[in-house]
């Protein structure tokens, strides 16, 4: 301090670009994480607000828990959702018509495509009901003997293949080559998991991303005991062998695992893991969890909600995100990674049970409804709602400091408005005062102390400080976003304090 004046400071930070950090200490957090990240997606150069939803079939009885998409020979798609003792074709936009399948036991189906000489199929199990297929014009149950179709919870292809997972056994089912119907043979793992417990389902991974001799076959069990096999005929020794048998988190739902390129994810107690990885690395290194850094509210869901119907995995490669559907009571969460920097964001307000792809765009079955989401930039006409708090940082040093000014840099369209706060030492409450988006034109940034804003048209960057007020060791921006047909790109944020002030 000179001539008894303060000098004033001002360092920059990136938006939250390393994306919600549930892992590290309040007080060790990089610059470029944040406490609380929802509704907006941490990319590689700025963070922005998600996209929104639309309704696409609406009047559909009971909640669709079940979204499963048949890919047609023309580059065409059908899409069906299972909801309560029924299945609907939801292809097209619209009321929904009278259900396809009806008196069904649960909607909680399994679902794989599968081709033959014979055409392609929309294959499906639920371990309750008959399996039944879909040929493009006709649902037929599939004609399988050696064991009963209703017993079957879990459908793969490997090597030409139907494979099938029995209920609360440790049996899988195995047809003839290029096959949809005819006498399954069974193979037997139960001499090879000592945890005891019950096969949950099975997955196909290649070491070379294609489909060939490197495949090998993927058994997961209750316990988290995985065995690994590779070859043709199961029923040839000389052309089946056993790869190895490890051990990984008990698995969360029976939609456990999802195909991530070469690779395949698995959801578990230990977090979500790539199987490569965890086939190859010991129980104990967490870290190879694509879900690490957001480990303890993974762990806190998979306690809580690991019994919940709708855990899934669910790739989105249209717009690079990896979907993690997290039920809670009374609706659902999404932890939502980007996979250019595998930074993490949780979404908010789609109460989905399941996601599915149909050709480049995102579906999700809700309660009554199915909706297209990541689509448009309203939540169903209603305002997108955002909150980030950004890590804690002691901004230079550990002495104590007054904050003057602070301006995040922020990037919108019309009918944003935004509320901002300063929160000191580890505060995590949220910025006071409420906020409502409007479809305005273009407005100003509130004046005064921290408030709100709204402007509108193109992309208008705002750079304006804002004047705060409080004294502390570290600090973070926090805001609430709220937007009604507007983009939000977050890139920076500012400080301005003077150091060496008492607390």
Known sequence: MANGRRIANTVTFPA???????????????????????????????????????????GISGTVETLAVYAKANGTYSMFAAAGTSIYDVTNAGTVGAAVQT?????????????????KFLYMVNGADAARYWDGTTWTNAAITGVSSSSLISVN?????????????MRVWYLPVVSIAGVAQSFDLSSLFGQGGYLVAMATITSDSGTGMDDFAVFLSSEGEIAVYRGIDPASAATWYLVGVYSVGSPVGRRCFTSYGADSLIISKDGVLPMSKALATARTNTSISITDKIQQAMSEATSTYGDQFGWELTVFPEENLVILNVPVPNGSQQFVMYALNGSWCRFTGWNAKTFTRMGTNLYAGLSGKVMKVYAGQTDNGAQINGEALASFQYHGGMASKRYTMARPIISSTAGATILLGLNLDFDQSPPTGSIAASNGTAGVWGTGVWGTFTWGGD?????????????????????????????????????????????
Not at 19 to 46: F, H, Q
Not at 103 to 119: E, P, Y
Not at 470 to 489: D, P, R, T
């Open 16 to 58: 939250p670009v390393g994306g919600w950090n549930a892992r590290d200490s309040l007080a060790a957090m990089k610059k470029e994480d944040a406490v609380i990240l929802d509704n907006l997606v941490p990319k590689t150069t700025e963070v922005v607000l998600r996209s929104g939803s639309v309704d696409h079939v609406t």
């Open 103 to 119: 008196g069904l036991s649960n909607a909680r189906w399994q679902t794989v495509n599968f081709a033959t000489a014979g055409g």
């Open 157 to 169: 292809t490997y090597q030409r293949r139907l494979w099938f997972v029995e209920k609360d056994s």
């Open 459 to 503: 992309f208008v960057i705002n750079k304006n400080w804002q004047t705060v007020g409080g004294v502390g060791y570290c600090a973070a921006i926090h805001m609430k976003i709220s937007a009604l047909n507007s983009k939000v790109k977050w890139q920076s944020c500012d400080y301005i304090f003077e150091k060496g002030y008492g607390l």
